[in-house]
């Protein structure tokens, strides 16, 4: 069983949908969890960034962290265009800035004008 | 966030030479860490690569192969040795930074790698 699990896709919406994105994760050490965006042929971008169990909202971003189910989410509302590219969840067992990230496999989302 | 860079930004090499990949902060940092993003897949961790000590390299990465410098707290570059097919990839650098109540990696834009 791998450590994190993501649905790689495709996914497809039409301009203005709410996204959905989900990953599981086996160890229960992790404590930081973290979103990236990549787009094409560019490193990943840090989207969003929590600790522990809870919500955390940015603009048209929340990320969602159920440790009791070893469960993440990150919705994106009216999504747009820009936002295609792939979405990496990441997590840490200690603070991240000093621990190795494991990252899910991606989910590539396209949203269709 | 911190501004990194990589150089070179895409490479093609022979098989059974080696490519140094840079990578540059705009900002003085502790941790530097190294990782490889194989087509079609996540990234991985190669090493972990703190100034003033030896990189600390995961399970299946190995120096050898994998040489890595730290010289400052702005700068590290990793060499791909005795390249082969199997090493082309897109490996990146991150940086471990702090700012405010987030605490986490930023990562460059990465080297393309391609070996014939």
């Known amino acids: 069983q791998k450590e994190v699990e993501q649905d790689p896709g495709p996914l497809s919406v039409p301009e203005g949908a709410i996204v959905s994105l989900n990953c599981t994760y086996s160890n229960s050490a992790f404590q930081y969890f973290m979103w990236y965006r990549q787009y094409s042929r560019k490193g990943p971008e840090l989207l969003m960034y929590?600790?522990?169990?809870g919500n955390k909202e940015d603009g048209r971003f929340t990320a969602q962290v159920d440790k009791s189910s070893k469960y993440i989410s990150l919705f994106i509302r009216d999504s747009q265009p820009s936002d295609s590219a792939t979405y990496l969840c990441?997590?840490?067992?200690?603070?991240?800035?000093?621990?190795?990230?494991?990252f899910g496999p991606g989910t590539s989302l396209s949203v269709i004008p | 966030s911190a501004v990194i860079s990589q150089k070179p930004s895409r490479d093609i090499c022979q098989r059974g030479t080696s490519l140094t990949i840079q990578c540059q902060v705009d900002s003085q940092v502790t941790m530097m860490f190294w990782y490889r993003q194989q087509p079609g897949q996540s990234l991985t961790l190669i090493a972990t690569a703190n100034q003033g000590s030896e990189a600390t390299y995961e399970s299946g990465f190995v120096i050898d192969k994998f040489p890595i410098s730290r010289p400052n707290l702005t700068f590290s570059t990793l060499t791909v040795s005795n390249l082969s097919p199997e090493d082309s990839s897109i490996y990146l650098c991150s940086v471990g930074f702090v700012r405010g109540s987030t605490d986490t990696q930023y990562f460059g834009p990465g080297t393309r790698l391609t070996v014939l």
């Open positions: 990441a997590m840490s067992r200690v603070k991240t800035s000093y621990d190795k990230v494991i």
């Open positions: 929590t600790y522990s169990s």
